[in-house]
């Protein structure tokens, strides 16, 4: 599988780079934004470093979100940049590393997020079907268009309506057990999933805050309690 590598200094693409070849994969390297929007159509991932020049990783996020909304999106942040790791994650990033990381646990991130895919049978709850095997999701009809983990979120939801879901418990099942993540990540992409799915959080038609607790799905066709 393709990787582009999204980096400025040359010591990360080198290393890093050196280490994701040792894992498998073929690595596209970008030193700027704007090479970076060159080959990330021919990626099946990309790691992002948001200090760019040309243009901007914040900027490229969009674009690729925009353009790829399935894409996996891993992004690089140097310590003590918390406001552009949450704008990054609400541009739909599906995981980030701060600065300085070790290249193992990219490389065991990546791997992670290559892995997070549903397979079941598909779901369908009044105007919402879910495919996972296609990783697609249709709202009267329409394609939703989704980051990874907006899909990720909706498919973990959806698998068992009713049941609550802590912020903690889907930092794990979606994020995985070592994402060093905090519950406003998860709010952040529950967020951007109901204003895709034209859910109005005081009164849901899918998904629901348990107050105190975190969330659950609702099943639009079942019977009122």
């Known amino acids: 599988m393709k990787v582009l590598l999204v980096d400025d200094d040359p010591a990360i693409l080198e290393v890093l780079g050196a280490f994701l070849r040792g894992a498998g994969f073929e690595v596209l390297e970008a030193e700027d934004g704007e090479k970076a929007l060159e080959l990330f159509p021919q990626a099946d991932l990309v790691i992002l470093d948001l200090m760019l020049p040309k243009v901007g990783g914040l900027e490229v996020a969009r674009l690729i979100r925009q353009e790829r909304p399935e894409l996996p999106l891993l992004i690089l942040t140097a310590k003590g940049e918390e406001e552009d790791r949450v704008l990054g994650l609400e541009l739909g990033a599906d995981d980030y590393v701060v600065k300085p990381f070790s290249p193992r646990e990219v490389v065991a991130r990546v791997k992670a997020l290559l892995r997070r895919a549903g397979l079941k049978e598909e779901l369908v709850y009044g105007p919402l079907r879910i495919l996972p095997k296609a990783r697609q999701a249709y709202l009267e009809g329409r394609p939703l268009s989704l ?79």
């Open 147 to 225: 980051s990874r983990l907006e899909f990720d979120l909706l498919l973990t939801l959806a698998q068992h309506p009713g049941m609550v879901f802590s912020r903690e418990r889907l930092l794990e099942k979606v994020w995985g057990p070592d994402f060093p993540g905090v519950d406003r990540v998860v709010d952040v992409h529950i967020a951007s999933l109901r204003k895709k799915l034209g859910d109005d959080p005081e009164n849901p038609r899918f998904i629901e805050t348990v107050r105190g607790v975190g969330y659950r799905f609702k099943d639009p066709d079942a019977p009122l309690p």
